[in-house]
């Protein structure tokens, strides 16, 4: 049971995770995939969560964004915020334009009208992809996709952003560049943002803070407040909290 004094302090905060755990259960029996998990996530603040191959990373944004029920605990979203969802794949339809890619979210939403499609124009102009709104997804490099992707998700006005390694389809070269030019419109937006990635180099860059999990079942090892000025991947510290991160993982 939350208090009252618990549940004003939750509400402070964007997102607030409370000792979640989550079983599978299957033929074989019962599997425990995360055990006793807890964090808050601060109005702008950007997350990112990283843990070795399987440990359930993905599970958790499920979780938090209320695609998985947990089996036990709680996971609160401050009243009144909207949530949006960024995959591994930008699921555009390649039979739509760029510009009606972006409105499909409004459209779900039974949203879509004169005043949302201006809107929708101003961010593809805003983020570079005011040519392109005739163009079909076909047409696009990978980033300039994952970008229309964003603007789609950014359309329906979201406060809470969750990003399941979205860059990971790229090559290398494109996932430098975009991931920081999607982070760049994340916080020009003022949105608050937890990312599930691998790639430990990623996580720094683009976070305000990195949160470290454990094989199967997942805990938290350790966390991590990036204090970096500038253009992190240039900064001596870079590799001072790479090395760091990368010694819990390795401790599994």
């Not at 033929?27 to 843990?51: C, H, P, R, W, Y």
């Not at 930008?90 to 499909?104: P, Q």
């Not at 300039?144 to 390694?165: H, V």
């Not at 590799?239 to 010694?247: A, G, L, N, P, T």
Request: proline share 3%; aromatic share 8%; glycine share 6%.
């Amino acid at each position: 049971m939350v208090t009252n004094a618990a549940e004003a302090y939750v509400m402070q905060k964007a997102v607030s995770v409370k000792d979640v755990q989550l079983y599978y259960h299957d033929l074989a029996g019962e599997t425990q995939a995360i055990k006793n998990i807890s964090f808050d996530v601060s109005d702008g603040e950007f997350v990112s969560i990283v843990g070795p191959s399987g440990c359930g990373k993905s599970t958790l944004l499920s979780i938090l964004c209320g695609l998985l029920k947990p089996s036990f605990g709680n996971v609160y979203i401050k009243e009144g915020s909207k949530t949006g969802y960024m995959l591994q794949k930008d699921h555009l339809f390649e039979w739509r334009t760029i510009f009606s890619n972006a409105c499909l979210g409004l459209e779900v939403q039974k949203n879509l009208d004169c005043n949302t499609k201006l809107a929708v124009h101003e961010l593809l102009k805003k983020y570079g992809l005011e040519q392109c709104c005739n163009c079909y997804p076909s047409q696009l490099s990978g980033g300039m996709r994952q970008r229309a992707a964003l603007i789609r998700t950014l359309a329906t006005k979201p406060d809470i952003l969750f990003l399941d390694e979205p860059f990971s389809a790229l090559d290398y070269q494109s996932r430098l560049n975009v991931s920081e030019d999607i982070s760049g419109i994340i916080r020009s937006e003022k949105k608050t943002a937890v990312l599930v990635t691998h790639d430990i180099s990623e996580a720094i860059a683009l976070s305000d803070r990195v949160i470290v999990l454990s094989k199967r079942p997942a805990v938290i090892k350790a966390e991590f407040k990036i204090d970096i000025q500038g253009n992190p991947r240039f900064s001596p510290k870079f590799r001072e909290y790479f090395d760091r991160i990368w010694k819990e993982l390795d401790k599994q």
